[in-house]
């Protein structure tokens, strides 16, 4: 069973403060790894990917992935009330077979900043 | 943004009626996929394709059916439509398939809204 876990939240912090988001996942064989940010009633917007162990950043925005845990987590710093949104976290296992291409996400963990 | 158009954007329907759903790119991407969003459940995989007429099932296919016949055109179909089905439909593309070394992110359509009475 293939598990991508979320904190719901809502996870609410100050302008210009620093949201921590995590995500867990189940299953060693794992390959790619992409946070998306939703805003309430849009799609899904990708906003970081990660596939090697260590700290990718981009702008404002950090991902951090561990392996030998098994987590990915996302660093927002000095955050803006229009990073209000549900993020999600999602997953591909690259294990060649039947779950090529596929991805699986969490339940997505709501941030509201606040001014 | 990614050129999908997702049609309808929004529909209502009855209990057993048949739904169709269309996702339409012009990127040329080979794959794409049909996932549905709800509540306390996240983004589902319904049925993907990897190519004109190839297509497999996802986490969450019994109820729905696919069709790809051109490149540009993803369909989903729902034969008998149940209140169970009500839910917010995302299609989303990609050029190679996620993972497989090739970390191909998914880039995702502007959703349709189903509700079935």
């Known amino acids: 069973q293939k598990e991508v876990e979320q904190n719901s939240g809502p996870l609410s912090v100050p302008e210009g403060a620093i949201a921590s988001l995590n995500c867990t996942y189940s299953?060693?064989?794992?390959?790619?790894f992409f946070w998306y940010r939703q805003y309430s009633g849009k799609s899904p917007e990708l906003i970081m990917s990660?596939?090697?162990?260590g700290d990718k950043e981009d702008g404002r925005f950090t991902a951090q992935l561990n392996k030998a845990s098994q987590y990915v987590s996302l660093l927002i710093r000095d955050s803006q009330p229009s990073d209000s949104a549900t993020y999600l976290c999602?997953?591909?296992?690259?294990?060649?077979?039947?779950?090529?291409?596929?991805?699986?996400f969490g339940r997505g963990t709501q941030l509201t900043v606040w001014p | 943004d990614a050129g999908i158009t997702q049609s309808p954007r929004h529909k209502v329907t009855e209990t057993g009626t048949p739904v169709t759903l269309r996702c339409h790119q012009t990127?040329?991407?080979?794959?794409m996929y049909w996932y549905r969003q709800d509540p306390g459940h996240g983004l589902r995989l319904i049925h993907y394709?990897?190519?004109?007429?190839?297509?497999d099932k996802g986490e969450v296919s019994d109820g729905y059916s696919v069709s790809r016949s051109k490149t540009e055109d993803f369909l989903l179909t729902l034969e008998s439509a149940t209140s169970s089905q009500t839910s917010v439909y995302f299609c989303?593309?990609?050029?190679?398939?996620?993972?497989?070394?090739?970390?191909?992110?998914?880039?995702f359509g502007d959703g349709t809204r189903l509700s079935i009475l």
């Open positions: 989303a593309i990609s050029p190679l398939p996620t993972g497989m070394d090739s970390n191909q992110p998914q880039h």
């Open positions: 299953d060693r064989v794992s390959q790619s």
């Open positions: 990660i596939y090697s162990n």
């Open positions: 999602a997953v591909n296992w690259d294990d060649r077979g039947s779950t090529l291409g596929r991805l699986y």
């Open positions: 990127e040329n991407h080979r794959y």
């Open positions: 394709s990897y190519g004109v007429k190839d297509t």
